[in-house]
């Protein structure tokens, strides 16, 4: 379904792959172990390492419905998100991101949606001082579920003061598009981090961008 622009009261914005770019150089290091004789796509290859070991949750769900257990694989990732110990890495900033949540502060209410800890969240905010842009901040143990469960942005929606159908949730896998279908938003897939435009797709991403500053020209 097309982006219904109209409807656009607020935005929730996923960290990793979103905001961050980290994750990139990342399979950047990897992806020199990946020989292009015994691998046909090696970047490819290197990102799925990276996405599992950074985001085991997000590399389950990116095959769950092949596999027919999206209910229980959605318990797994919840899991994982509960029990794993997130290390302190260091961040990337995606190039033009800090402009363009300067040029969308004040036109929209806007809050983080992230998956990871808070203390790993707020670090990556509070190095490119961008804490000032949000209106709320929610962290993978912020709500009784995180995502793909729709409680992270139903509680984003709530502390920004707007209804759900209202938010746009802005992320790069399918478990930001199915958390926002899920609260009743709207979606965005960006294609920067570990999102592939077929899968966000077929999980029903309303609106498909390059890259995460492209949203400007969608709002604007």
Same mark, same amino acid.
């Given at each position: 379904m097309p982006l219904d622009k109209s409807r656009i009261r607020a935005l929730c914005f996923d960290v990793d792959g979103t905001l961050s770019d980290t994750d990139d150089l990342y399979v950047q290091k990897a992806e020199k172990? #990946?020989?292009?004789?015994? $691998?046909k796509d090696s970047h490819r290859a290197a990102r799925r390492l990276v996405m599992w070991l950074e985001a085991p949750g997000n590399a389950l769900m990116s095959f769950a419905d092949t596999l027919h257990l999206d209910d229980e694989m959605i318990a797994v990732v919840n899991?994982?998100? =509960?029990?794993?110990?997130?290390?302190?890495? %260091?961040f990337l900033l995606m190039r033009g991101a800090d402009e363009m949540l300067k040029r969308l502060h004040g036109r929209y209410p806007m809050a983080v949606v992230s998956a =990871? *800890? /808070?203390?790993?969240?707020? =670090? $990556?905010?509070?190095?490119?001082?961008?804490?000032?842009?949000?209106d709320a901040v929610i962290s993978g143990l912020s709500a009784t579920h995180t995502k793909?469960?729709?409680?992270?942005?139903l509680l984003a929606a709530k502390r920004m003061n707007v209804a759900p159908e209202d938010c746009l949730m802005i992320g790069d896998t399918?478990? %930001? +598009?199915? &958390?926002?279908? &899920?609260?009743?938003?709207?979606?965005?897939?960006?294609?920067?981090? #570990?999102?592939?435009?077929?899968?966000?797709? =077929? #999980?029903? &991403? %309303?609106? +498909?961008?390059? *890259?995460?500053?492209?949203?400007? %020209?969608?709002? /604007?």
């Amino acid at each position: 379904m097309p982006l219904d622009k109209s409807r656009i009261r607020a935005l929730c914005f996923d960290v990793d792959g979103t905001l961050s770019d980290t994750d990139d150089l990342y399979v950047q290091k990897a992806e020199k172990y #990946f020989p292009r004789f015994l $691998f046909k796509d090696s970047h490819r290859a290197a990102r799925r390492l990276v996405m599992w070991l950074e985001a085991p949750g997000n590399a389950l769900m990116s095959f769950a419905d092949t596999l027919h257990l999206d209910d229980e694989m959605i318990a797994v990732v919840n899991w994982l998100t =509960r029990n794993r110990k997130y290390s302190d890495a %260091d961040f990337l900033l995606m190039r033009g991101a800090d402009e363009m949540l300067k040029r969308l502060h004040g036109r929209y209410p806007m809050a983080v949606v992230s998956a =990871r *800890h /808070e203390k790993g969240t707020l =670090r $990556f905010l509070e190095r490119f001082n961008l804490v000032q842009y949000f209106d709320a901040v929610i962290s993978g143990l912020s709500a009784t579920h995180t995502k793909p469960y729709p409680d992270p942005v139903l509680l984003a929606a709530k502390r920004m003061n707007v209804a759900p159908e209202d938010c746009l949730m802005i992320g790069d896998t399918t478990v %930001d +598009i199915r &958390a926002g279908k &899920a609260a009743g938003a709207q979606t965005v897939g960006v294609l920067c981090g #570990f999102g592939e435009e077929a899968e966000l797709r =077929r #999980f029903g &991403a %309303d609106e +498909i961008l390059v *890259h995460t500053t492209d949203l400007l %020209d969608v709002l /604007e």
